[in-house]
């Protein structure tokens, strides 16, 4: 793996996409790096930075600074926090401040902040003036392992999650870990499901030592670094192999068809985090596997008390407020979009690390699978 060479010296990892490659800089104090490595990438250019006000209180100045050591001028979006912001009007307000700025082609527009910001700023970017660069600042976990890599931006429509986006890659990414000192620890739990996820879909090593290092994953220093750029280096990987999701991307999905069902029944609350919802998702993706022979029981099961080791969700049982009805979530499951011709696509496994797109699955095992697992007592 990427380890660094010194301690203080950032992981950089690179995304291997031709015209459209960029470095992942990963290591704790790297923001302070962030205007001199805009200013080697882009030469005379300006910068906004997009962020929401959460954020913005914490760890704007810091990101203004860095800019301002390289001699780069700087102006500002301030959005609410949380998801509500990934809307049109959102996409409006940053639009507009970015047009009212000046942000030119040859600029560069700064997505200070985790995945709601990451996506609007993206998104924002794709289609102000056409196109302008961006730079991912990612501040939450899930967004430093997953939604700041891979060019994936959006927002949402009424009709779902996610619906309006373009598919735009940053040009940087730059992951400051201690950044994530400041995060809520439910935060950083529910993002350490997509860690585990890394693991669990193709990487068994990399879970063991997980299993090992959990504690200093959560402590900070040189584990979560670790963490955090074998998790990028996988995703920038799968990313570089298949960038519009059209193969291997969709191993990314683990636990996510279970899971998103459940978020989606929770109404997108605080009730269940996204990285919540993946946590159970996997956990439950893993035992339908073994259920159906593709892996040994005892594996799903060491999957499980991983995951609740890190004080995740792995049980039905534990959605705030109760699961939702078994018509409920087989409805979600129905509508997502890896349906076809009545057979549903799960990302499956045949043990830890040895995640696989299945396309066939009968919606009648899931349903009968989800009724057990409903009527467990907790
Ligand atoms: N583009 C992709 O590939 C991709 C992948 C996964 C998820 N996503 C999207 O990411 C979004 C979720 O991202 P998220 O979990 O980062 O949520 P988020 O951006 O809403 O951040 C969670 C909360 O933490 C706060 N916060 C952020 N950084 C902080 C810090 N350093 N200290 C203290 N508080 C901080 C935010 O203000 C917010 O209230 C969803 O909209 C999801 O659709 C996108
Ligand atoms: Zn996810």
């Given amino acids: 793996m990427t380890a660094p060479l010194r301690p203080g010296e950032p992981v ?3 995304v291997a996409l031709g015209a459209r490659a960029y470095d992942i800089v990963i290591g ?6 962030l205007g001199a490595r805009l200013a ?17 209180a914490l760890h704007l100045p810091a990101a203004r600074a860095a800019l301002a050591a390289a001699g780069i001028a700087s102006s500002e979006v301030v959005v609410a ?18 047009i009212a700025a000046r942000i030119e082609r040859g600029d560069v527009v700064v997505a200070l ?28 976990l899930l967004a430093q392992v997953d939604s700041s890599v891979g060019g994936k931006t959006a927002i949402d429509s009424r009709h779902g999650k996610n619906l309006v986006g373009a598919f735009y890659q940053p040009v940087l990414v730059v992951a400051d870990t201690a950044l994530l000192d400041t995060l809520p620890p439910r935060e950083f739990r529910a993002g350490y499901a997509e860690v585990a996820k890394y693991g669990l879909l193709g990487d068994a090593a990399f879970f063991a030592w997980l299993e090992a290092n959990v504690r200093d994953v959560f402590a900070g220093g040189a584990a979560r670094e670790h963490a955090i750029a074998v998790s990028c280096r996988m995703k920038a990987d799968i990313v570089a192999r298949d960038e519009r999701e ?5 191993l990314l999905n683990l636990g996510h068809t279970f899971g998103h069902a459940f978020e989606a029944a929770a109404g997108f609350s605080g009730r269940l985090l996204h990285g919540e919802a993946v946590s159970l998702g996997m956990s439950l993706a893993l035992e339908f596997s073994a259920r159906h ?9 060491r999957a499980m008390r991983h995951l609740a080791a890190a004080g995740l969700p792995t049980r039905v049982s534990q959605v705030e407020g109760g699961p939702p009805a078994l018509d409920v979530l087989m409805d979600l499951i129905g509508q997502d979009k890896k349906v076809k ?18 396309p066939d699955v009968d919606p009648g095992d899931v349903r009968s699978f989800l009724a057990g697992k409903l009527a467990e007592r907790p």
């Fill in 12 to 14: 950089v990892v690179p």
């Fill in 28 to 33: 704790r104090g790297a923001l302070a790096s």
């Fill in 40 to 56: 080697a990438l882009k030469p005379g250019a300006k910068a906004a930075i997009v962020t929401d006000a959460t954020v913005a």
């Fill in 81 to 98: 926090p949380g998801e509500a912001s990934k809307s049109f009007a959102g996409l409006e307000q940053v639009c507009e401040a970015l």
């Fill in 113 to 140: 902040g985790g995945g709601v910001v990451g996506d609007l700023a993206g998104f924002a970017a794709a289609v102000v003036r056409r196109g302008v660069d961006y730079v991912q600042v990612p501040t939450t």
């Fill in 246 to 250: 059209t193969g291997d991307r969709a």
């Fill in 293 to 301: 022979q593709l892996m040994p029981m005892a594996e799903a099961e």
């Fill in 341 to 358: 011709r009545g057979r549903l696509t799960f990302i499956l496994a045949r043990g830890i690390g040895r995640a696989f797109i299945a």
